[in-house]
């Protein structure tokens, strides 16, 4: 994300279709000037939007995390795609061969609506830019449906070819292109930053019937358009039939993106500024029930019959690392760059941070991606490895180029002791159980079941001694009700901030006497600040005055379906997984842009869209995966993130007048090597600063936990686990096959 902006988002859930009520979205604060120059803020702008995810999505995520803590610890095998969870759900593991993709292009009609904005744009509207002075914008002449077919999924340099080298043959993917389609409003009506959740359904959704009304006027029947879509829905991403088998068709296209025309507001909106479209994945926000064997939301695509869910969205110019990095949040890997606060030391590392703006050296920036790393790998089943088991002292690994490994492994997994840790909430108010929804950002946590109100002839209610630890004004609870299982509507009040103790909450249900309904509790935070969360205990029904049902928790669930919520007794001991992996980072196959495509935007004062190149080394790189983190927000919780590298040359970069070099460029020198560093030349407003050479680092030592972390740039460095590993390089090898030997031992 650019420099963030407040904003209010119309959070829709997915349990059901639409969830009324409006929540504000607290931001990070822009990253200190101190440590970021401003031509390195418009390369990290370059990311997808941070939105809320949908309960769905959230449970999907977490399901896939505890699917991977179970591999990580053992209790599970690499090759179990489907791994049953404690609670007897599944949770998806790596993926399977292949998928296809489902891709639109749409431009922009001549309606306006009340948000104002120009016609448009068309495509082939984005100017042409002076390559004098720009040389990073990506543009072309003509954007033909042939061109994003042969980007996309051609022979050469495209996405289908970048997933099947970076999964070693495992996987692919391939698809199909439609041509373009006009909507009936301008950009304006669907990139309005008021209610992106309202604007973005609208874009899908008009998208959507755009595609199928082209289909009918061309002369396909109804039943052509659904024999042609089959071959877009043979996953079930959600399990929704709660069978453990992500290899059937659910009603919903499997994976779909949609590429607009003009630019996109991640990189300034072009002509359309603010009311672009920031790139996303997101789930199609409507108040649409879905499909009617699963009606989780989401738009039609006509008369089908079969729905778009989850989607990802980009701009008419998106360069071939966008869409790579935008798909791999489809298949469930997170951000790895800093979603908050001050950046990380991923850099240009992995395709899930700044690799995903590498490029050719030539005239543009993102028209070529980076590699993951090595975590993003073995998350998706793809990793070749080998493991330092926690019995073994010592062992010597043979370790390929990590983009090009062939026949030998691409990293080293060195097992640690798993991190525990004793949490105390609020106790019960009464007995020894309570339900909490969550502790953490983002979440969307509820809690359901039916209630029968047919003894209430006039008035009923519902009560709940509750217990509330949230930040004023950005967390809510609040309680919601269905009479159809597909729209839901909010009851009572919104509540927010800290109760101090366990308080009666009452939401009012006379609308719905002498009905039975879905009801549910919900917690919904941001992505910023949170508390503990909330507490409920001692719940009941009350119907004209008389309590006819109650529930104090100490029997089960009793009914209650929890996402995101369980019942607790106030002490909760955590489990988490923590391993190194070590890799082979050489100048091969994808991973050479990682010598052409890093870049720095060195004359913003006087050619702000003018970057010059430079390399990241090659070398051993060492990454700490702790699974205590669920992100690489090293601002909020410095040194420390769910999967980062070490930098071997830990102490911190300064330009010429003292200022630290921005992260991204701090990170060029992690690897850990016998080979001594190049000299590297870069610019900050046109002042020349030469980065001498130096020393090879290697051995990798992780005995004090701070040997890699500094206090001066505590967000760009790693603290490590302090568990007596070392990783020393016996053999460098080289790019041309030769395997990098390394020896492991632990003390």
Do not use: C
Request: glycine share 12%; aromatic share 12%.
């Amino acid at each position: 994300m650019g420099i963030p902006r407040l904003r209010t988002l119309s959070v829709i859930g997915v349990t059901g279709a639409l969830v009324l009520g409006t929540a504000m979205v607290a931001t990070a604060s822009p990253t200190d000037e101190t440590t970021q120059d401003k031509s390195s803020k418009k390369s990290s702008s370059l990311h997808g939007e941070d939105l809320p995810k949908t309960p769905l999505q959230l449970e999907r995520e977490e399901n896939q995390k505890a699917a991977a803590q179970k591999v990580a610890q053992g209790k599970a095998k690499s090759s179990d795609r489907s791994v049953k969870l404690e609670d007897g759900e599944f949770g998806e593991f790596g993926t399977g061969s292949g998928d296809e993709i489902f891709t639109l292009l749409v431009e922009f009609g001549d309606k306006v609506s009340e948000h104002g904005g120009d016609k448009g744009p068309l495509r082939n509207e984005i100017p042409e830019p002076d390559r004098k002075k720009d040389n990073s914008t990506s543009w072309k002449s003509d954007y033909t449906q042939e061109y994003y077919q042969e980007m996309l999924f051609g022979e050469g340099y495209s996405m289908t070819d970048f997933y099947e080298k970076q999964s070693g043959g495992q996987y692919t993917v391939d698809g199909t292109v439609e041509d373009w389609v006009k909507l009936p409003y301008n950009e304006a009506r669907y990139g309005y930053n008021e209610n992106e959740a309202e604007a973005y359904g609208a874009f899908v959704t008009d998208s959507a019937q755009a595609w199928y009304d082209a289909q009918i006027e061309s002369g396909k029947s109804k039943e052509d358009i659904q024999d042609y879509l089959g071959q877009f829905d043979r996953q079930d991403r959600y399990d929704f039939d709660f069978d453990g088998d992500f290899d059937e068709p659910d009603g919903y296209v499997d994976h779909i993106q949609i590429i607009h025309a003009g630019e996109g507001e991640e990189a300034g909106g072009g002509a359309q500024g603010e009311d672009a479209i920031w790139s996303h994945r997101w789930f199609a926000q409507t108040n649409l029930a879905g499909p009617d064997s699963n009606p989780v939301g989401g738009a039609p695509l006509g008369d089908s019959g079969i729905w778009v869910g989850d989607y990802t969205t980009e701009p008419e110019n998106g360069g071939l690392g966008v869409f790579t990095h935008e798909f791999g949040h489809d298949l469930g890997l997170p951000d790895l760059y800093a979603t908050q606060g001050a950046a990380n030391s991923t850099g240009r590392w992995t395709l899930m941070s700044g690799g995903s703006w590498l490029n050719d050296g030539k005239k543009e920036i993102g028209n070529r991606p980076g590699y993951m790393g090595p975590w993003e790998k073995w998350f998706l089943g793809w990793l070749d490895y080998d493991e330092v088991e926690m019995n073994q002292n010592s062992k010597v690994s043979k370790l390929g180029a990590a983009g090009k490994p062939g026949s030998l492994n691409a990293a080293t997994k060195v097992n640690l002791p798993d991190e525990t840790e004793e949490r105390e909430y609020a106790k019960p108010s009464s007995g020894e159980y309570e339900w909490m929804f969550g502790e953490g950002d983002d979440l969307n946590s509820s809690l359901s079941r039916e209630l029968d109100l047919t003894a209430a002839k006039d008035k009923a209610e519902f009560t709940a001694n509750t217990f509330l630890d949230t930040e004023e004004g950005y967390d809510y609870f609040f309680a919601e009700v269905s009479t159809d299982g597909g729209k839901w509507k909010r009851v009572g009040d919104k509540h927010s901030g800290s109760s101090g103790e366990f308080k009666e909450l009452k939401f009012d249900l006379s609308e719905y006497a002498g009905q039975k309904v879905q009801f549910r509790m919900r917690y919904q935070t941001d992505g910023n600040t949170h508390g503990t969360g909330v507490f409920v205990d001692d719940l009941a029904v009350v119907a004209d005055g008389e309590k006819v049902w109650s529930d104090d928790v100490e029997g089960g669930d009793n009914g209650w379906t929890g996402y995101g919520a369980k019942r607790t007794t106030g002490k909760e001991t955590l489990t988490f997984a923590r391993f190194y992996l070590v890799e082979n980072r050489q100048h091969v196959s994808y991973d050479k842009f990682l010598k052409t495509g890093p870049y720095n935007f060195g004359f913003a004062n006087t050619k702000p869209d003018w970057v010059e190149r430079y390399r990241y080394e090659e070398g051993m790189l060492v990454w700490f995966v702790n699974t205590k983190f669920g992100d690489n927000n090293t601002g909020l919780h410095p040194g420390q993130g769910l999967a980062l590298p070490v930098d071997a040359h830990a102490k911190p970069l300064k330009w010429s007048n003292g200022q630290l070099v921005h992260p991204t460029h701090q990170s060029f020198d992690s690897p850990f090597s016998l080979n001594k560093t190049k000299e590297v030349t870069l610019h900050l407003n046109g002042k020349k600063k030469i980065f001498v050479s130096q020393k090879g680092v290697g051995v990798f030592d992780d005995s004090d936990p701070e040997a890699y972390w500094s206090k001066d740039l505590p967000n760009s460095s790693v603290k490590v686990a302090g568990e007596g590993i070392k990783v020393k390089i016996l053999d460098m090898g080289d790019d041309e096959g030769a395997p990098m030997k390394i020896q492991i031992t632990r003390s």
